[in-house]
């Protein structure tokens, strides 16, 4: 469960979320789940493989009002869109925007002395309605205040390369797998 803070035509809101990561050892399923009263809901939904690169998606989506998906056909090299916008490319490594966050802390966890502080790690990243080449630096170590007590962390943050796109910034939590235990997306 993550506390979630955020701001909608200048109005703040609080919310709960719940992310759900399962995997079988070949296979895996995400879900991210946010809703705010007066905000609405938003679901995202990542499946797909377990590889020896890390994850495959097959399948992400993005509900909001209403549901747009990304299909990947690695056969083909190519991402199709229900929104109707234009295939992109999927090469080696792509991620969609879900399990990117995954893949990032798995990626540490792979090989710790590859992904050291200033360290830089760019993929494919894939929307419901397309891709973009996301970069993300590892800041370092840094320990955040959470409900279960002072956690050790590595902070990942991608800077916008326009003005108009997001940041993110991702701690993940060696204790736990490198799991996320902090993401903040801003617009």
């Known amino acids: 469960l993550y506390d979630v803070q955020g701001q909608v035509k200048k109005m703040d ?33 990542s499946r797909g493989k377990l590889t020896t690169q890390g994850l495959a998606p097959e399948r992400f989506s993005d509900r909001a009002r209403s549901e747009q998906a990304a299909h990947f056909d690695y056969a083909k090299g190519r991402v199709t869109f229900s929104a109707n916008t234009p295939d992109a490319v999927a090469g080696p490594g792509v991620q969609d925007r879900l399990s990117l966050f995954i893949q990032l802390g798995a990626m540490r966890a792979a090989d710790p002395g590859r992904f050291v502080p200033g360290t830089q790690i760019t993929l494919t990243t894939v929307s419901a309605r397309s891709a973009d ?10 320990t955040l205040d959470l409900p279960a007590g002072a956690t ?3 902070k990942l943050q991608r800077l916008p390369r326009k003005d108009y796109d ?15 235990v902090r993401i903040k997306l801003t617009q």
């Not at 080449?133 to 840094?142: C, D, H, L, P, S």
């Not at 997001?166 to 996320?180: C, I, S």
Request: avoid cysteine.
């Open 152 to 154: 050790p962390t590595l």
């Open 166 to 180: 997001q940041k993110a910034e991702l701690w993940v939590a060696p204790a736990l797998g490198y799991l996320p």
């Open 13 to 45: 809101y609080k919310a709960r979320s719940e992310l759900l990561w399962r995997q079988d050892g070949s296979q895996y399923d995400l879900r991210f789940e946010v809703s705010a009263f007066l905000v609405g809901s938003r679901v995202q939904t």
């Open 133 to 142: 080449r996301w970069t993300f630096t590892i800041e370092g170590a840094e």
